[in-house]
């Protein structure tokens, strides 16, 4: 079945330090694929998304690109801020139905 | 556009109890999925209901069940508690276009079982 593996925290970084967190996945087919972020006391929110091979998702700095020969979707950042300290999870999505797997999720805690 | 909404935020129940959860959707969106988040296990799926039937269900016991309303508000059920059942309840909506699955997550209900 289709299963969803991220690198496992947690990661500590200083501000402005460049971030990848990396993701592979399994899947029948041609998943979307997905990173969510959950801060302290919240649900999670989506953050970048990308539907098809090649495409790259971005939002707030962040980005990650749809590789469907290293079916991987790894998360970026250029220069990350304390405020971007929270848990990132990489998931994918069956397009043919609403089945959408989440990896463990990946503490990231930025330090001033 | 109102999100997700959760109620309540915050349970606290004894074991053998029974606990109701609430969840109301983006307007619009008729997928409601729930989910169990816990530290040690993570974030595992429970179950899904389009227009009121369930459609997908991950692997827990017959204890949790659910629902959705015509509305496509949703409730979950967790008959008998165990202290295993401590968890943030996530509840989950999106829009049913092809390709374009996102779900929205509510603020979650803390479930604390005593």
């Known amino acids: 079945g289709n299963s969803v593996t991220q690198m496992e925290g947690p990661v500590t970084l200083s501000e402005e330090a460049f971030l990848t967190i990396n993701c592979t996945y399994t899947a029948t087919g041609y998943p979307s694929l997905f990173w969510y972020v959950q801060y302290p006391g919240e649900g999670l929110q989506l953050l970048l998304k990308a539907t098809k091979a090649d495409d790259k998702g971005s939002n707030k700095g962040f980005e990650a690109t749809y590789r469907k020969e290293t079916t991987s979707f790894h998360l970026e950042k250029g220069s990350v801020q304390v405020s971007d300290s929270a848990v990132y999870f990489c998931?994918?999505?069956?397009?043919?139905?609403?089945?959408?797997?989440f990896g463990a999720g990946t503490r990231l805690t930025v330090k001033p | 556009k109102a999100g997700v909404t959760q109620t309540p935020r915050y349970l606290i129940k004894t074991r053998g109890q029974q606990v109701t959860l609430s969840c109301s959707p983006i307007?619009?969106?008729?997928?409601v999925s729930w989910y169990q988040q816990t530290p040690g296990q993570g974030l595992q799926f429970l179950f899904e209901y389009f227009s009121e039937t369930q459609r997908n269900k991950g692997n827990f016991p017959g204890r949790f069940s659910g629902r959705q309303f015509s509305n496509s508000r949703s409730e979950m059920n967790v008959s008998t508690l165990e202290l295993g059942d401590s968890a943030l309840y996530l509840c989950?909506?999106?829009?049913?276009?092809?390709?374009?699955?996102?779900?929205?997550f509510g603020p979650g209900t803390r479930l604390t079982v005593t």
């Open positions: 307007s619009g969106h008729r997928s």
């Open positions: 998931a994918l999505s069956d397009n043919n139905n609403n089945d959408m797997r």
């Open positions: 989950a909506s999106s829009l049913e276009v092809p390709a374009s699955y996102e779900q929205y």
